[in-house]
């Protein structure tokens, strides 16, 4: 029987409108019930929090939700300690109150646990039938050289436009440095580049998987179908086979997934959107405080997504930078709302392969690679943060200063994983490279998940651009041109 079919991008710009409005209407408040008492005085040594403050917390048990900003407020008169990020986090986390949401939130965990689940068997068998595929041609250097010619040259136009506008908008000159978040507690990461490096080559493979350490895997992945190309007739045709059915049964379990796309994301974005609707005062204060850092980044990130990229498509590959753009809506709205290029991943490469056109040879290798080491919406992010924090501490970093957080900042986003708030984490590398104080993050703590949404989707539009650059290159035709 023939239906009326909506696209699936459609599908989700429709249920983010009621996301929104029920996110609105239910907003989430804090409140210290028995079952979430028992869980803080469970976990609360791991945090270092002290017998004293989780006694304190009984005190809340009968009271009222609060707003995230009066909750803490109330709690933080006689337990200071949580100023602290990561204890903080802790305990927002547990005291989260929205019942009515939580009818609808477990479908937005379901979706992204489906998403992760599907992530290493895809890069797995995408990048070994790809790899192998290539390899039998001895194209496999010239692909791989090309992709990351495209990852350097695009990272830097991005770094670029954001320092520039940075340096023109100054949006940290005069911001109150009395720290409203503390750092404290979170694990900066002490990893050289040399360390990132190393951690290409597992020592245990399976543990890698466990681990989901994409790096690892792509290379081994990139080891294996290499060497399928190397073995004999026989060896070489079954696991070939093998790899690319066991590929395309992926796919169709991506294709089912997606399915579930639009319910999940209206999950996310309501949980979202009542996340920050339950504190409307913290959320104009935030705006205010950091609006101009916001606007630079934002702005940044749409001068290299609408201009930039389509201008390369244009250029290098002749297609239709909006017809592409169409093509992978629904990759970027789930970009947006999961913040995880890697779960968006299953979704990016069907969109590229099916509606774009791209084959399979070249989307199974480049985008499994660039959700993990392409990051153009990272690293732009990671040096107008730095110089921000270095204009809020009343620092002018020099020319030579600004071009090594250039290149630390592109260095380490090949290290970053796509999950969210990763380059929180990342920064701490980048700053300390210029010598920059670490607690400067705690500046940009509050805004960070806000800027992921639309600093990942950048990630995502970049991945499928290469995915395109380096198809057209090696003369495939598309269904975007
Ligand atoms: N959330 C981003 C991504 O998955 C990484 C980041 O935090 O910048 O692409």
Not at 17 to 34: D, E, N, Q, R
Not at 230 to 240: A, D, M, N, Y
Not at 406 to 412: C, E, M, R
Request: proline share 4%.
């Amino acid at each position: 029987m023939k239906y009326f079919k909506i696209a699936l991008h459609w599908q989700i710009i429709f249920a983010l409108i009621p996301a929104s409005v029920f996110g609105i209407l239910y907003p989430t408040k804090y409140k210290i019930t028995y079952d979430s008492y028992e869980k803080i005085a469970k976990d609360a040594p791991k945090y270092s929090i002290s017998e004293q403050c989780v006694s304190h917390l009984q005190i809340f048990r009968s009271k009222e939700p609060h707003s995230e900003s009066q909750f803490l407020a109330e709690i933080k008169k006689e337990c200071p300690i949580f100023l602290e990020y990561e204890k903080k986090e802790f305990l927002l986390k547990n005291a989260r109150y929205n019942p009515i949401l939580s009818y609808v939130e477990w479908m937005g965990e379901l979706f992204l646990r489906l998403l992760k689940m599907i992530i290493v068997p895809l890069i797995l068998t995408s990048i070994i039938s790809g790899t192998a595929g290539i390899g039998a041609n001895g194209n496999l250097g010239r692909i791989g050289l090309k992709t990351i010619i495209y990852y350097l040259i695009t990272s830097g136009l991005a770094i670029v436009v954001g320092l520039f506008l940075v340096n023109l908008i100054k949006p940290g000159m005069g911001t109150e440095i009395g720290l409203t978040e503390s750092a404290g507690q979170i694990e900066f990461t002490e990893t050289s580049f040399a360390d990132s490096l190393m951690q290409i080559v597992p020592e245990n493979i399976f543990k890698a998987f466990a681990m989901q350490e994409m790096l690892s895997i792509i290379a081994f992945s990139m080891l294996f179908g290499y060497f399928i190309s190397r073995v004999g007739r026989k060896s070489r045709e079954f696991l070939t086979d093998f790899f690319s059915s066991a590929f395309d049964v992926m796919m169709k379990i991506t294709t089912f997934i997606i399915k579930f796309a639009p319910v999940g994301i209206f999950a996310i974005i309501a949980k979202t959107v009542a996340d920050q609707a339950g504190d409307p005062e913290k959320l104009l204060l935030l705006v205010q405080g950091m609006g101009k850092f916001a606007a630079v980044v934002v702005g940044g990130l749409a001068i290299h997504a609408l201009i930039t990229l389509p201008f390369i498509l244009k250029i290098f590959s002749r297609v239709k930078p909006f017809k592409h753009f169409r093509a992978v809506q629904a990759a970027l709205l789930t970009a947006f709302s999961t913040r995880s290029s890697a779960a968006a991943l299953s979704l990016t490469m069907e969109s590229v392969e099916n509606k774009s056109g791209v084959s399979n040879k070249i989307s199974g290798f480049t985008l499994p690679f660039g959700a993990t080491i392409n990051m153009n919406g990272t690293v732009l992010y990671e040096c107008v943060a730095a110089i921000f924090i270095a204009q809020a501490y009343g620092i002018d970093l020099p020319l030579n200063e600004q071009i090594i957080i250039f290149l630390s900042a592109l260095l380490v986003s090949i290290g970053s994983a796509g999950v969210p708030m990763a380059s929180l984490l990342m920064i701490s590398i980048v700053l300390s490279a210029v010598d920059l104080p670490l607690e400067g993050i705690g500046l940009i703590l509050a805004i960070d998940p806000i800027l992921d949404m639309f600093r990942t989707s950048v990630n995502v539009w970049s991945d499928s651009c290469c995915a395109v650059v380096v198809a057209k290159s090696e003369g495939e035709t598309l269904k975007i041109q």
